[in-house]
C-alpha cells in the first residue's frame, strides 16, 4: 500500500494546475485550501463559484476531447503556459470522480476547438447546436440511410453574396431558429437535398439549397475528404463563418474555422 501511495504522489508532485472536469460542489470545496497550484473548474457552468473556470460548450463524451478543451481554453485566457504539468480529475463511468491523468499543456498540439466556439461570429449555442443536429443526422442518417450535410454558421450576409440558390429557399421570409425542436426536424428533412444551410450569429436559418462559389484555390483540408470538405474549408477562409460538415461516405461530422480542419467528432462515439 505505502508503494502505491508513493506512486499516487508522483502522479502529483510538482504540477502547475489541477484541472477539475463537472465537478460537485462538495468535490469542489476540498481544494479550497489548495494555494500553491492554480485550480481550474472546467464545466458547463461555473456552478461552483471557481475563480479559474473555462466554460465547456459541448459534454465531450471521450476524456481526450474535454482535456484537450481544457487545456487550449486554459492557455488562451493565460491560466497556464506552455510546457506547465497539469493534473486532470474527471468522471469517465459516471458516479463518482474516478480518473485522474497528468499530462504537459503541450501534449496536445492547438486544434483550435476552443476557439472554435469562443472567438467565433456566431453565439456559442448556435454551434453548439448545429454540431448537435448534424450529429444527430450522422447517427440515424435520412430514412436509415448515410447523408451528407453542409452547415455554414455566422457571417450569413457574406456567406450568402459568395453563394448562389439551387432551389426554392423554404426558408425565405420565415424567422425560424435552429435549435428549436420542430425546426430541426426540417433541417434534417432538407439535408437529404444537395446545397448548404446558411444560419445567421444567433441562429436564423437564412436559407437552405445554397451552392458556395468560394475560391478554393490554396484551401488544405485532408486527403479523402470531397467537395463538400473543401467548400466548407473555403467559405471560412474568405469569410467569417463556421462550418459544419456531416460527411455521406464515413460518416464523421467536421468543423472547419478560419479554412482549415478544427473538430472531428464520430457521431457514434459521441
Known amino acids: 500500500m505505502n508503494e502505491l501511495q508513493e506512486l499516487l504522489g508522483d502522479v502529483v508532485a510538482d504540477v502547475d494546475a489541477v484541472f477539475l472536469f463537472s465537478p460537485t460542489a462538495a468535490f469542489f470545496e476540498r481544494f479550497a485550501d489548495v494555494t500553491e497550484v492554480s485550480v481550474v473548474v472546467v464545466a ?9 473556470f473555462v466554460g465547456l460548450p459541448i459534454e465531450f463524451i471521450d476524456l481526450e476531447g474535454r482535456v484537450r478543451f481544457g487545456i487550449e481554453g486554459a492557455l488562451e485566457l493565460g491560466v497556464v503556459e506552455e510546457g506547465d504539468e497539469i493534473v486532470c480529475i474527471a468522471d469517465i463511468f459516471g458516479g463518482t470522480t474516478n480518473s485522474v491523468v497528468r499530462v504537459q499543456t503541450d501534449t496536445f498540439s492547438p486544434s483550435g476547438v476552443y476557439d472554435l ?3 467565433s461570429r456566431a453565439e456559442p449555442d448556435v454551434v453548439r447546436d448545429v454540431l448537435e443536429v448534424a450529429i444527430e443526422l450522422g447517427k440515424k442518417g435520412q430514412k ?19 453563394s448562389r440558390p439551387l432551389s426554392y429557399n423554404p426558408f425565405e421570409k420565415s424567422h425560424v431558429h435552429v435549435g428549436d425542436p420542430i425546426v430541426n426536424v426540417m433541417l434534417k428533412e432538407f439535408s437529404r437535398l444537395d446545397g448548404a444551410f446558411i444560419i445567421s450569429d444567433s441562429g436564423k436559418i ?6 458556395l462559389e468560394p475560391s478554393a484555390e ?33 460518416g464523421m461530422v467536421r468543423a472547419f474555422k478560419g479554412g482549415e480542419l478544427v473538430l472531428e467528432i464520430d457521431p457514434e462515439e459521441y
Do not use: Q, W
Open 44 to 52: 458547463s457552468e461555473n456552478t461552483v463559484g471557481a475563480e479559474e
Open 117 to 119: 466556439f469562443t472567438n
Open 144 to 162: 436509415g440511410k448515410p447523408v451528407g450535410a453542409l452547415f455554414v454558421v455566422g457571417d450569413a450576409g457574406k456567406v450568402m453574396n459568395k
Open 206 to 211: 437564412v436559407s437552405a439549397y445554397r451552392y
Open 218 to 250: 490554396g484551401v488544405d483540408i485532408p486527403k479523402g475528404l470531397g467537395a463538400r470538405h473543401m467548400a466548407g474549408g473555403a467559405i471560412t477562409r474568405d469569410t467569417n463563418a463556421t462550418a459544419i460538415v456531416l460527411s455521406e461516405s464515413d
